[in-house]
Each structure stands twice: as C-alpha cells, then as structure tokens.
C-alpha cells in the first residue's frame, strides 16, 4: 500500500527546500535586478531580445539592463566578486516599509505586499547589501509582533468561517493559524468525547521501531 504523502514544511533561511511545494512557489517570485555586465546569449532567454543594438551579434544582453527575474534565477546568477548581478530590494523590505512594520505590523496586509514575507525575505539575506542586519531584525519583530494575535483568533473561531482572518496572512502566517485550528478542534473533539482513545505520536513510534531494531542487531 503506498504511503500518504506528507507535505515537506518550508526552510526558512538563505537556502530553500526544493522538496517543499511553497518553496518551490516562493522562488519563482520575481527580483527587481541589474546586469553589471554583458550577458552574452541571454538577450532572448531573459525576453530582451529587441533590446538596441547590442543583442544584434551574439544576442548579448547589454550592460545595465534592468531585469525582473525569478529569485531561483537572480541567486544563481548573483556574484558578489565577479559583479554579474545587482539586486534591488523589493519595495516591501526597504526602509519605508519598515519604519510601519516597527510601528505596528498588525495593520499590514502581508498577503498583499507579499504571500511570502517571510520567506522571501529570508532569502534576500543571500545577496550582499548593508542593509541585511536591519531587514533580518524586521522580519524577526514582524513575525514576533503578528504571532500572538494570529494564535489568539485561531483559538476563537471554533466552527466558524474564517476566511476574512487568513485573508491577511502570509503563507507561513496561514500555516499557524491552520495548526491552532487543528489543535482547537482537537481539543473540542476530546472535551466532547470524540476522541475514542490517546495514541502516541508518529515521533515516540518511531523511536520505539529503531530501538527495537538496535536491540535485534
């Protein structure tokens, strides 16, 4: 029998998950970029082919073009020695933006400005810019600032629609307020004597089967 399919959660941090579904999205969300540099053959990949004169022999990309590339694609091409790539900070995690995230970041729509805050802020700490102490500090506040408010109305709607409190949250946000709902529901399922009997979880089973294979060898 094959086994149900369990999702692979998001890696936060400078290098994402390929085997996670929203890791996957998430790069795909595009960079506002410059090439420093002549991009010989990459004229008509990129979707600049009529760009002047200079993709006309090798169909080169000419120096100080300005880009918007899929993340994945900008931090395989960025260098910060060889100079292939610029990147600019996307509006969001400039310091506009985060002079209202430090004033009160549960006003902010982030599902709006971003279904992947988060993430893909993480992911901007790969690219070299002075600014990446204070983008990391504000993402950090943000998501410290947001959560109790996020777990406080997941633990107030039980059998309610709550499709207006999630309208606002990114996809992380989204995956918390899931799992206090579940847990919610859970709770309400045992206190109503749904819950035929406790099982031990998929963690304490597993330690039990390598225990019991370290004893037979």
Same mark, same amino acid.
């Given at each position: 029998?094959?086994?149900?399919? /369990? ?9 994402? /998950?390929? $085997?996670?579904?929203?890791? #996957? ?15 010989? +053959?990459?004229?008509? &990949? ?25 993340? @994945? ?10 100079? #292939? ?11 506009? @933006? ?14 709006? $400005? ?7 802020? /993480? ?20 998501? #410290?600032? +947001?959560? +109790? ?16 409190? &999630?309208?606002?949250?990114?996809? $992380? ?16 399922? @045992? ?10 979880? /998929? ?6 089967? +390598? ?7």
């Amino acid at each position: 029998m094959a086994e149900a399919y /369990s999702p692979v959660e998001a890696g936060l941090g400078p290098e994402e /998950s390929f $085997l996670s579904l929203a890791d #996957i999205l998430m790069s795909q969300e595009r960079l506002p970029c410059r090439a420093e540099a002549a991009l010989p +053959r990459l004229a008509a &990949v990129l979707g600049k082919a009529s760009v002047a004169a200079a993709a006309a022999a090798q169909d080169a990309l000419p120096e100080g073009t300005k880009l918007e590339l899929p993340l @994945w694609l900008a931090k395989g091409l960025y260098d910060n020695k060889q100079r #292939i790539l610029s990147v600019e900070l996307p509006t969001v995690y400039k310091e506009s @933006w985060r002079t209202v995230f430090s004033a009160d970041a549960n006003v902010v729509d982030l599902h709006k $400005l971003g279904p992947y805050y988060y993430g893909f802020g /993480s992911q901007m700490l790969h690219f070299d810019s002075p600014e990446n102490p204070e983008i990391a500090q504000t993402i950090l506040q943000t998501f #410290i600032g +947001r959560f +109790r408010r996020i777990m406080d109305s997941s633990q107030n709607a039980f059998n309610e629609d709550t499709s207006a409190l &999630v309208a606002r949250l990114d996809e $992380l946000e989204r995956g918390l307020f899931q799992a206090g709902q579940k847990g919610l529901n859970d709770f309400q399922g @045992w206190e109503m004597g749904h819950a035929s009997q406790i099982t031990a979880s /998929s963690l304490v089973q597993n330690y039990r089967k +390598r225990k019991f294979s370290d004893l037979d060898s």
